[in-house]
């Protein structure tokens, strides 16, 4: 069995068990079965790769954990860790009063720790929380979830408060003879709306535009405000909200991956078309720098948990139909419901304790 698809009432979750991507998620809400996942075009195309990439490559989908995210440079293992590249067990499966639960187990270790992934899909919740528990292990590890979205027709972009914005010393592709990026590098704001650009203007980053080919990253750091983190994307071409939240104390940044066009290079080959990673997670760029010095520790945030005593953090994924295409101001979430607040203003089912908002993480 390579997948498993597990069901509540209005949503559904498959996860490839051969390398932890959520191969589908889908949502039935307001007459309409919404998909806000990515999946690369060449994971079903039955074509000839490059023997040289990650497995996680081949088989990129949905979300997965990273761990360490990007460089494994302390212990031996590929881009974004076994977690992201290796296969999980199924440990139990089955519904509960009012949704569905799993829990998968990876077959490696990391940092000598055990890693379990934990689903749980509530009835009429447009969501998916997920935990991973960390059992064991030494040092340190460096953690992100990665979920990705795409688009045919670009999309709006609005945050939690953030703190700031900031690229890394050097492009994701430098060479105009492979690919090509937009944003300086490196460069900061605290204007999200006006980014410094490569060519010495600005960019908006909460505007996702598909005629801007390109490949980018940056590091959206949070702000000290007491609720959720959340992310929120009016697609437009698609008419609905995709939805990414986190608890700030456990994941303190949010990486976004601008993946429109950029790669020339197989397998992305230009093809890999409005795509939007929405990366939260405890982390600097490389398993040796997060337990390093590093400029996000300068900043007292925090880039790696502490293994031995058991670790956890929390996520949620989601999707609501939209219509206008703007995202909400402001997101918040108390006595099981979602409120979205401006143009999108709306309530939706959630659980409100899930993300453990104000409770200590671990360290």
């Given at each position: 069995?390579?997948?498993?698809?597990?069901?509540?009432?209005?949503?559904?979750?498959?996860?490839?068990?051969?390398?932890?991507?959520?191969?589908?998620?889908?949502?039935?809400s307001g007459g309409r079965?919404?998909?806000?996942?990515?999946?690369?075009?060449?994971?079903?195309?039955?074509?000839?790769?490059?023997?040289?990439?990650?497995?996680?490559?081949?088989?990129?989908?949905?979300?997965?954990?990273?761990?360490?995210?990007?460089?494994?440079?302390?212990?031996?293992?590929?881009?974004?860790?076994?977690?992201?590249?290796?296969?999980?067990?199924?440990?139990?499966?089955?519904?509960?009063?009012?949704g569905w639960r799993a829990?998968?187990?990876?077959?490696?270790?990391?940092?000598?720790?055990?890693?379990?992934?934990?689903?749980?899909?509530?009835?009429?919740?447009?969501?998916?929380?997920?935990?991973?528990?960390?059992?064991?292990?030494?040092?340190?590890?460096?953690?992100?979830?990665?979920?990705?979205?795409?688009?045919?027709?670009?999309?709006?972009?609005?945050?939690?408060?953030?703190?700031?914005?900031?690229?890394?010393?050097?492009?994701?592709?430098?060479?105009?003879?492979?690919?090509?990026?937009?944003?300086?590098?490196?460069?900061?704001?605290?204007?999200?709306?006006?980014?410094?650009?490569?060519?010495?203007?600005?960019?908006?980053?909460?505007?996702?535009?598909?005629?801007?080919?390109?490949?980018?990253?940056?590091?959206?750091?949070?702000?000290?405000?007491?609720?959720?983190?959340?992310?929120?994307?009016?697609?437009?071409?698609?008419?609905?909200?995709?939805l990414v939240l986190k608890?700030?104390?456990?994941?303190?940044?949010?990486?976004?991956?601008?993946?429109?066009?950029?790669?020339?290079?197989?397998?992305?080959?230009?093809?890999?078309?409005?795509?939007?990673?929405?990366?939260?997670?405890?982390?600097?760029?490389?398993?040796?720098?997060?337990?390093?010095?590093?400029?996000?520790?300068?900043?007292?945030?925090?880039?790696?948990?502490?293994?031995?005593?058991?670790?956890?953090?929390?996520?949620?994924?989601?999707?609501?139909?939209?219509?206008?295409?703007?995202?909400?101001?402001?997101?918040?979430?108390?006595?099981?419901?979602?409120?979205?607040?401006?143009?999108?203003?709306?309530?939706?089912?959630?659980?409100?304790?899930?993300?453990?908002?104000?409770?200590?993480?671990?360290?």
């Amino acid at each position: 069995m390579d997948t498993i698809t597990i069901n509540a009432k209005g949503i559904s979750v498959s996860l490839d068990l051969t390398v932890g991507h959520i191969a589908d998620m889908s949502i039935e809400s307001g007459g309409r079965q919404l998909r806000p996942l990515h999946r690369a075009p060449w994971v079903d195309a039955s074509e000839t790769l490059p023997q040289d990439l990650p497995r996680g490559t081949v088989r990129l989908s949905g979300d997965f954990l990273c761990a360490p995210f990007s460089r494994s440079d302390v212990e031996e293992a590929p881009l974004h860790g076994w977690p992201a590249n290796s296969a999980w067990d199924v440990v139990e499966s089955g519904a509960t009063d009012g949704g569905w639960r799993a829990v998968f187990r990876l077959r490696h270790k990391v940092m000598g720790a055990s890693v379990d992934k934990i689903f749980t899909l509530r009835d009429d919740h447009p969501f998916l929380y997920q935990e991973h528990v960390f059992s064991g292990g030494h040092g340190g590890i460096s953690v992100a979830h990665h979920p990705m979205t795409a688009m045919k027709g670009g999309g709006r972009l609005a945050f939690s408060p953030k703190r700031f914005a900031a690229t890394p010393a050097d492009p994701l592709e430098p060479d105009t003879a492979r690919g090509r990026f937009m944003l300086a590098y490196p460069s900061r704001s605290s204007d999200l709306a006006h980014f410094p650009a490569a060519g010495g203007d600005t960019l908006d980053l909460t505007d996702y535009r598909m005629e801007h080919r390109r490949e980018d990253f940056l590091t959206l750091v949070e702000a000290d405000h007491g609720g959720p983190g959340w992310t929120a994307l009016a697609r437009q071409a698609e008419d609905d909200l995709v939805l990414v939240l986190k608890n700030p104390a456990e994941l303190p940044v949010t990486m976004l991956w601008f993946s429109n066009g950029g790669r020339d290079y197989a397998p992305w080959s230009g093809r890999h078309l409005g795509v939007l990673g929405i990366e939260d997670g405890r982390t600097a760029i490389g398993h040796a720098a997060s337990l390093g010095d590093n400029w996000l520790k300068r900043e007292g945030v925090a880039t790696a948990f502490a293994l031995g005593d058991g670790v956890s953090f929390r996520h949620v994924i989601g999707a609501l139909p939209l219509s206008g295409g703007e995202p909400p101001r402001e997101i918040t979430t108390a006595d099981r419901r979602l409120r979205l607040a401006g143009s999108a203003a709306s309530e939706v089912p959630f659980d409100s304790d899930f993300l453990r908002i104000g409770q200590p993480a671990a360290t």
